[in-house]
């Protein structure tokens, strides 16, 4: 992985859920992802106790 953007705001679907994007850009990839730019998504989920988990990510929300 080379440069990356920062996430920004996420989007808020729902009570204690959020989703960030950001753009990764890779050299050497793998069949997971192409070389050059990539936007990959990633959902957190508050949980009971507060904190934030990440429950899923990948190339669509």
């Known amino acids: 992985m080379l440069p990356y953007t920062e996430p920004g705001q996420p989007?808020?679907?729902?009570?204690?859920?959020?989703?960030?994007?950001t753009v990764l850009t890779v050299a050497g990839a793998d069949a997971s992802m192409n070389n050059g730019k990539n936007t990959r998504f990633y959902d957190l989920k508050q949980q009971p106790d507060?904190?934030?988990r990440l429950v899923g990510g990948g190339s669509g929300p």
């Open 50 to 52: 507060g904190q934030w």
């Open 11 to 21: 989007a808020l679907p729902g009570d204690g859920e959020a989703i960030f994007s």
